[in-house]
């Protein structure tokens, strides 16, 4: 076990040690790996051959259930959920029907031109047709290859091992199985299994990673929530190959896409940073030891032996890739499936095919009583090298041949306008230190002279246009948006209910842009105000308190929306410098403002509520950041560190239990803030109250209908009525929000009716209903004449409202 444990960390400890040193020879660290195993793996194959041996006989196990499953999390993990979704189709072509013709042309291949049997070809196949383009993509990165093409590659990748698996186990035991006639039956039943084990896989996939997502919710630590991430790749992939049989790669891919694509909604701030370098560096040490066990189960001897398959095996196997790509995506190019793929595309995706260290494993898996068990790994050995060494070495090169490694015009011109912005952050401060005389003005010029001189290398095809100028700077506001909620989820000021919806409501603006333009995004109407649904007047009848609950959540979630909306486009507007992408904005502003007037108005004691939860969490973030602060610079000690944390917490639980107080307010806090009762003394409206009753009512609900005999008055505290009648006359009615308008009289929150019926004894003069969600307070007409005997300015306002009232019926 020491030597084991000795053996991994000296690996590592090499694999660390020259990630710089295959950087400054301009190797890929991945094909630096297998050259300098190689070489390490002949000089102890003279000294200590047994060592060797061992290593080789561990490795498929390795590779497998130790190597694999963090690989395959890392890469599903970071995986641009959104793009992928939108080259799914073609990514899944490649990697399960690009890779089944792979296989099926390379068995074929070598059962017509090297006569081997046909089923052991199609084994041979099916492990060669894995790829894994971990050298490609990092140097994707390096050159800034197009993000579609990285996605199309890393997808395939990531789906074409658990096809490669499964289509190997699938062929491995109908190879093992009593003899079968090849044809249609056995074609039918592999197709079977093929189905079963490969879409199996992503099911139990799905259920682990809803059982995490729930699971993460009960664990309090970031430490804590990284390492139960690590226990679900290796648990997705252990219960879905050992207990169900089904694949263990595309088990682990669901969790890791789910994880990943609900990042800020799973974790908690530790672990959403820890989370990106926690994996970074587990994949990177399975690499390496994948890449390093490459070059040491290279056997010189069975390369030796099969020398003369080599060259007809290479080219079987290039030959395979190619066609697997071309017989694909152009059949989804010309019946437009997808969005175009380009020929130079393609070509990238051809000689991207890589083959790595699951292809190794996959063969070393195999029995020792097959027949061609030695002869395959020196086969495969050598395709791995030759892509390796061959392929990717020479991707710079094909990239620069296929134009992919030059920016586009419109690249250019944002290339431009990038370097604008980060000069006019990066000079100001420095010129204000000359000023004072921290820097020399000199020198600081002359820096800036620099940079400009050194910018006119940077040649631009042509002048950027206003509408690449507006797009630019149109995105640059979505994304600082975005970045606004990203911090405030992670503060814990923004709930995540809002973030998800606010993130929507991005998408939104992005999908008018591209499909309407400019004029869909002036155009565009902020969908924070949904329409109550019909059934709400029955669910309201049916179970009031649930629906009073659910209406509480439901406008507080809006108001909230409304608030971050509202700041993150400020704060957004302050680096926009194009004069349309800033009226835009300020229409957006205004648009808001007339939705938070409206919430205002006719909810103010909802509004209370958000804006002391958002006062209160601002104010915990902040000052846990402050604490953070002096305790990283040693200012105070860890006691007082606690106890200034505690502080913080208990104020924190005092404002928020205030703000909830504002969402089940008291009839007494309602009657307070009605002007009718406002200067009433608290013992008076603590006895009204106790006679009164609350009525939590759904938009269209009628309250009074006109010539109904009335035995109270009711007080709105919260929400709209609109006033129909026969003598009730149309006006010009309060606005609903931007652009809608409510055509009939309207009563909102602090108005009073029902009054004309008690002053005149006589049946109710109007219809009154819900415009809004609208809470009421009913109280009797007996409680009412006590109170106008008792205070007279109760009576006075009481009869002014029915004098107006009356005033306009007679109009």
């Not at 944002?414 to 004072?436: G, S, V």
């Amino acid at each position: 076990m020491s030597e084991t444990v000795l053996i991994l960390s000296g690996l590592l400890a090499v694999g660390f040690l020259t990630i710089q040193l295959a950087r400054s020879m301009n190797i890929p660290h991945s094909v630096f790996l297998v050259i300098i195993g190689g070489a390490a793996g002949l000089t102890i194959r003279a000294v200590h051959p047994e060592w060797v041996r061992g290593v080789s006989e561990a490795f498929p196990g390795i590779i497998l259930y130790v190597l694999l499953p963090p690989l395959i999390f890392e890469s599903a993990y970071n995986m641009d959920f959104s793009a992928l979704k939108k080259d799914v189709l073609p990514i899944t072509v490649l990697a399960v029907i690009g890779l089944i013709i792979s296989a099926v042309l390379i068995g074929s291949g070598m059962h017509l031109f090297l006569g081997f049997p046909l089923m052991a070809c199609l084994l041979f196949g099916a492990f060669m047709s894995a790829t894994d383009p971990v050298a490609v993509v990092a140097l994707f990165k390096e050159l800034g290859a197009p993000k579609r093409l990285t996605m199309l590659v890393e997808g395939e990748s990531l789906f074409n091992d658990g096809s490669a698996i499964v289509l190997f186990q699938v062929l491995l035991a109908a190879a093992m199985a009593p003899a079968m006639p090849v044809g249609a039956g056995m074609v039918g039943t592999i197709c079977k299994s093929f189905i079963i084990v490969f879409f199996g896989g992503v099911l139990v996939g799905l259920v682990i990673a809803v059982i995490t997502s729930w699971l993460l919710k009960m664990i309090p630590t970031g430490s804590g929530q990284m390492g139960m991430t690590v226990a679900a790749a290796y648990l997705s992939f252990i219960v879905a190959d050992h207990v169900f049989h089904v694949s263990g790669v595309m088990s682990t891919v669901p969790v890791g896409l789910y994880l990943g694509n609900r990042a800020r909604l799973e974790f908690n701030k530790e672990a959403l940073h820890g989370m990106h370098y926690l994996w970074e560096f587990l994949a990177l040490a399975a690499n390496i030891i994948v890449f390093f066990g490459v070059g040491l189960t290279v056997e010189p001897k069975v390369l030796r032996e099969c020398l003369k398959y080599i060259p007809a095996v290479l080219f079987i196997a290039y030959a395979a890739r190619t066609l697997s790509v071309v017989l694909t995506v152009p059949v989804m190019n010309r019946f437009k499936m997808t969005e175009y793929i380009s020929g130079s595309y393609q070509g990238i995706l051809i000689w991207g095919g890589l083959r790595g260290g699951l292809a190794l494993a996959l063969v070393l898996l195999l029995q020792d009583s097959f027949e061609y068990k030695q002869l395959f790994l020196g086969l495969a050995t050598s395709v791995v090298l030759a892509t390796l060494l061959i392929n990717a070495l020479t991707i710079k090169t094909a990239m620069k041949l296929f134009g992919l490694s030059k920016l586009t015009d419109q690249e250019e011109n944002l290339f431009m306008r990038t370097i604008h912005k980060l000069q006019h952050h990066l000079y100001p401060p420095l010129f204000r230190a000359a000023e004072d005389g921290s820097l020399s003005n000199a020198l600081v010029n002359r820096s800036r002279a620099d940079a400009e001189e050194a910018l006119k290398d940077y040649s631009v095809a042509r002048p950027e246009t206003d509408s690449e100028r507006f797009d630019f700077e149109f995105r640059n506001l979505m994304l600082s948006e975005k970045s606004y909620y990203d911090e405030k989820l992670e503060d814990g000021i923004l709930s995540k209910t809002a973030y998800r919806r606010l993130i929507r409501i991005i998408q939104q603006r992005f999908d008018a842009y591209w499909t309407g333009g400019n004029l869909a995004l002036f155009e565009y109407k902020f969908p924070l105000l949904e329409k109550e649904r019909a059934s709400s007047r029955f669910f309201s009848a049916i179970a009031p308190q649930t629906y009073h609950k659910l209406r509480i959540r439901r406008l507080t979630r809006v108001l909230e929306e409304c608030l971050h909306l509202r700041f993150a486009i400020r704060e957004a507007l302050t680096d926009v410098e194009h004069e349309e992408a800033r009226k835009l904005a300020d229409g957006w502003l205004e648009q808001i403002a007339d939705r938070l007037h409206y919430f205002f108005t006719l909810y103010p004691s909802y509004a209370n509520s958000i804006q002391s939860l958002y006062i209160a969490n601002t104010l915990a973030a902040s000052a846990e950041k402050t604490l953070d602060t002096y305790m990283n610079l040693n200012l105070i000690t860890g006691g007082v560190y606690a106890r200034a944390r505690q502080y913080v917490e208990d104020l924190r639980r005092r404002e928020v239990s205030s703000s909830r107080a504002y969402l089940n307010p008291s009839i007494v806090y309602l009657l307070k803030h009605v002007p009718l009762f406002s200067r009433l003394p608290d013992a008076v409206l603590v006895e009204v109250a106790a006679a009164a009753k609350i009525l939590e009512l759904p938009p269209g609900a009628q309250v009074v209908r006109e010539g109904e005999a009335g035995d109270s008055i009711y007080l709105l505290t919260a929400g709209m009525l609109k006033v129909t009648g026969t003598r009730v006359a149309k006006t010009k009615s309060h606005k609903l929000f931007a652009g809608d308008a409510i055509g009939d009289p309207t009563l909102l929150t602090g108005d009073f009716f029902g009054e004309m019926s008690l002053l005149r004894k006589a049946p109710r003069s109007a219809t009154v209903t819900t415009v809004t969600d609208a809470t009421i307070v009913e109280i009797s007409y007996a409680e009412v004449e006590k109170m106008m005997g008792n205070f007279p300015e109760v009576r006075k306002t009481i009869e002014a409202g029915a004098q107006q009232r009356m005033a306009a019926q007679t109009a």
